[in-house]
């Protein structure tokens, strides 16, 4: 039969998904011979039964029963025994830290017997028996059976003011006495019975209590928040009460190993005399820092130095740690492995790979693409330390400060005067799109990581902050904790902390972006966190298989990717190259009537493309650059069907002349179309247009020789988008073969031809395409389009929120590939492509090459590179070596 109860000297570190984070890591304390309280954890499959079959579960009383009997010898005492009761806490404690998500209930086992062996036990301490009798009931009524806690809180309250006192400790015996009475009349009133004087009914109510937490409204959204399994279930802990309120020699308090904001070594943590945990979290007393235990109780402080040190030795990591002294006697309540910010997680992994506790390789394990990315955003200049009038969540990651506008077209009407705004809305629909894209940055006062505001603010690279809900927000004006904001006040918002400032917070460049960049202040070279990142880096690089190129089309972009360590251009969009000046050229190729005329336009495209190319050759020197024919509709280069029209008839209206503008409303109705993404684009524009790819590859091949003879390495390649067929991409390749030839002549350049693979098409009959392909370049962002027919342009603001809400994906499968469906493609079109040609070089240049998740999957299917937006390189690079480390270390095990 399963076990459901694990004595705290039966688990250890490794069993998290039984025994939960908190279990796991008190057994592994027990096992080291720390001081911990004696006790056993429930474990997760447990829980999970329980949720799942209606509370009860097969065999969970006897083994609880014979794990407190072993507990009861182990402290000599019987739990609530009258003359000298066992008290124990009932804890919860998850795979994944909730931090204050769901339950737990402390001394249980007190009843109005076992208050006096209680007090007896504390040296004749009435005080001290009767407060944790009124923590019981109070813990046990809210936890267990609902009633509310303000009402526990009304009748403390009415005690001191009956005794005219303000704070909880100058309450006497008597005074407490008569509190646990009230409280056992809010009780009874709101259950119907009496608070159950049964220990054991204590102790087993409690322990179903926490397993019930794990789906607790709060713990339900802090999971979908945090993408944390909703069938993980949490372990229950029941531990021996060890008290810090004994007197002034007890307390409590936390310590971290290190600094968790900077990594910094040291001690670090707040400790609280004469108290209970939950004083600490509930801010009733001030704490002193770590560092005065020293001269409260050096015995106890030296011996908790030691255990840190010990902690740290053995996690080979940031530890932090609750702890409680009992009248001088040092008690580990908790240990885990630290969360910290980002730059602490850089600077601490290089650290230990200085102290010689791990290697480089799993010092890359501990950083992540993510924590880099946001050592790159900008940050706000706390310097002056400017106090935030309010909090949400951190949804978008940025520093951004602006003007308060709380209308989409008032952001709009701003942005359009210069002004940096700010849009504050309760929260964000579709129509606020235009309003989101002309903000610095969006705040909302409702909403978390997945809502609408969220997604789409990540999706546009927009710092935001949502559900800000201690806001008001009103037509022209939000209201917080008493303090009015109007439209066009200024207020500055940390998309990474969720912090909201009133006023503009002077905004920071990242130094980690100036070291990428090469312009860093020489002064700032040996700071521990560039030296960090430059460490973790070079292994990254080494340790990588994928190598890391960007998308760039213009000579400015491919310099800084190059700088940010582009091992090539992936993706050169041509079509960017057709737009501004250039666009009456396109016109007149557009309206061309004879071939002459198309001729024409071509050969004054021709000289402009050889310019742009040579360019990003010449930046690239020696490195591959992947050039992409031209691939979107042409009427996106095409003035409005509308404004057009309007046009016309104006001018007819007025007996002007309107030839040309006839002529451009007769194309653009001509090349109109209902589903453009679907229509004449990539190939299929290159087959009907004559000349069109023509002048494009003569353009590239001029431009390689010609660097050639500056002196310069050019690796250009040729790639065509959008096939579906195998024909399509033979008909273009037997005509540039032609002109490459013409072009390069003995010149030795070469140039490679291949294929984007972005429809689904193409990604089954990949090995047919292999035969004319030289290299596959997956364009993701298509093959998302299509595979899942969700409209690139639209269905982010307009559904995925919702789909996001109901868990149909947990992130955006624009942003993050879908292994199961997309990637299925991306797999098979590797595969069947490489069975066809050994040799095929695969690359990736849809967003996806620059998310975290996505390159991992990339490196498992056996891409050769990713190509993602120059910022992203650098995150990139580290997840290709994150992922290199990762595998090898699987493989091993
Ligand atoms: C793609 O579809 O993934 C791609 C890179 O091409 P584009 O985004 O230009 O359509
Ligand atoms: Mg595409």
Redesign the pocket.
């Known amino acids: 039969m399963e076990k459901f109860v694990y004595d705290f000297a039966e688990g250890n570190k490794d069993l998290k998904d039984l025994l939960g984070g908190k279990g796991a890591n008190l057994a592994e304390m027990t096992n080291l011979g720390l001081p911990v309280p004696a006790g056993f954890t429930i474990t997760t499959s447990a829980c999970q039964r329980y949720l799942s079959d209606g509370s009860h579960v097969e065999g969970l009383a006897e083994e609880i029963d014979d794990h407190l009997a072993a507990l009861e010898r182990e402290m000599g005492r019987s739990l609530g025994d009258p003359a000298d009761p066992l008290l124990v806490s009932v804890r919860s404690g998850a795979k994944f830290s909730m931090p204050g998500m769901m339950e737990t209930v402390l001394n249980v086992g007190l009843n109005d017997e076992s208050v006096a062996g209680l007090s007896r036990q504390a040296g004749g301490n009435d005080r001290f028996a009767w407060d944790s009798y009124r923590r019981l009931i109070q813990m046990f009524g809210k936890t267990v059976c609902d009633v509310p806690g303000a009402e526990f809180e009304d009748a403390l309250h009415e005690a001191k003011v009956r005794k005219g006192v303000k704070d909880d400790v100058q309450l006497d015996a008597d005074d407490l006495k008569e509190l646990v009475t009230a409280y056992k009349k809010v009780f009874a009133k709101h259950t119907g019975h009496e608070f159950p004087q049964n220990p054991r009914e204590q102790m087993d109510l409690a322990i179903a209590a926490v397993f019930r937490s794990w789906n607790a409204d709060r713990a339900v959204l802090y999971r979908r928040q945090e993408r944390i399994p909703a069938d993980l279930g949490t372990a229950v802990n029941v531990v021996a009460m060890v008290f810090g309120n004994l007197g002034a020699d007890s307390g409590t308090g936390v310590a971290f190993t290190r600094d968790p904001a900077t990594g910094e070594s040291g001690i670090y943590g707040d400790y609280l005399q004469n108290a209970q945990g939950e004083d600490v979290v509930a801010g009733i007393r001030n704490t002193v820092p770590l560092q005065d235990l020293e001269k409260i109780d050096k015995k106890s402080y030296d011996e908790l130095l030691r255990i840190m040190a010990q902690l740290e030795g053995h996690y080979h990591d940031l530890c932090d740690i609750e702890f409680t002294i009992e009248r001088g006697k040092l008690w580990m309540l908790q240990t885990r492995v630290g969360k910290r910010t980002a730059a602490a997680a850089f600077t601490i992994a290089a650290q230990l790979v200085d102290e010689g506790m791990i290697s480089l390789d799993e010092a890359l394990t501990r950083v992540s693409g993510a924590q880099l990315a946001q050592l790159m955003f900008p940050r706000f200049d706390l310097s002056s330390d400017p106090s935030p009038i309010t909090r949400g969540v951190g949804a978008s990651p940025g520093a951004a400060a602006g003007e308060v506008v709380f209308t989409s077209a008032h952001a709009v009407a701003a942005a359009a005067e210069g002004r940096s705004v700010i849009l504050v809305r309760r929260e964000t629909n579709p129509d606020d799109l235009p309003g989101m894209i002309a903000a610095q940055g969006i705040l909302t006062a409702r909403g978390g990581k997945t809502s609408h505001a969220a997604v789409v603010a990540r999706g546009m690279g927009k710092t935001c902050v949502c559900g800000a809900d201690e806001m008001e927000v009103g037509r022209d004006q939000f209201t917080v904790n008493g303090q009015v904001v109007h439209e066009g006040d200024t207020v500055s918002i940390d998309g990474t902390t969720g912090r909201v400032y009133l006023g503009a917070v002077p905004v920071q460049p990242s130094e980690v972006v100036q070291y990428f960049e090469g312009d860093l202040d020489p002064a700032l070279a040996n700071e521990p966190l560039v030296s960090a990142v430059h460490l973790l880096m070079t292994h990254a690089d080494s340790a990588a298989r994928l190598a890391v190129r960007t ?1 760039a089309d213009t000579g400015a972009d491919a310099a800084r990717a190059r700088r940010f360590g582009a091992r090539g251009i992936g ?1 050169c ?1 041509t079509e960017h190259m057709f737009l501004g000046d250039r666009r009456p050229l396109v016109e007149r190729l557009i309206l061309a009537r004879t071939e002459a005329e198309r001729n024409d336009a071509l050969s004054a495209l021709q000289p402009l493309q050889r310019a742009d190319f040579l360019q990003i050759f010449r930046e690239m020197n020696g490195l591959p650059v992947t050039v ?1 024919l031209i ?2 509709p042409l009427h996106e280069f095409l003035p409005s069907l509308e404004d057009l029209a309007v046009q016309v008839a104006v001018a007819k209206e007025r007996g002007e002349e309107a030839e040309h503008d006839e002529r451009m409303l007769a194309a653009v109705r001509r090349m109109h179309e209902q589903n453009p993404m679907l229509g004449l684009r990539g190939v299929r524009l290159g087959l009907v247009i004559p000349g069109l790819f023509a002048m494009q590859v003569r353009a590239i091949a001029e431009a390689a020789v010609q660097l050639a003879a500056e002196g310069g390495r050019p690796r250009p390649e040729i790639m065509v ?1 959008l096939v579906g067929a195998v024909q399509e991409l033979e008909t273009v390749r037997t005509e540039a073969e032609k002109i490459i030839a013409e072009v390069v002549g003995s010149s030795g350049v070469q140039v490679l031809i291949g294929t ?1 693979i ?1 429809v689904p098409r193409a990604a089954l009959t990949a090995g047919q395409i292999a035969e004319a392909a030289e290299f596959f370049s ?6 998302t ?1 299509m595979g899942w027919g969700f409209s690139r342009d639209d269905v982010e603001g307009a559904f995925f929120w919702r789909y996001l809400e109901l868990g149909i994906f947990g992130i955006s499968p624009f942003e993050s590939i879908d292994r199961d469906g997309v990637g299925r493609l991306v797999r098979i079109a590797a595969d069947e492509g490489r069975a066809t040609r050994p040799g095929l070089k695969l690359g990736v ?3 996806h090459g620059g998310d975290p998740e996505s390159v991992h999957f990339f490196h498992e299917v056996g891409l050769d590179y990713v190509s993602c937006s120059p910022f992203r390189v650098p995150i990139a690079r580290l997840e290709a070596g994150r992922a290199a480390v990762e595998s090898a270390g699987s493989d091993h095990r």
């Open positions: 998308n993706l969009r992409r691939d979107p988008p984007m972005e997956f364009g993701t962002n298509d093959l389009q240049c849809g967003e």
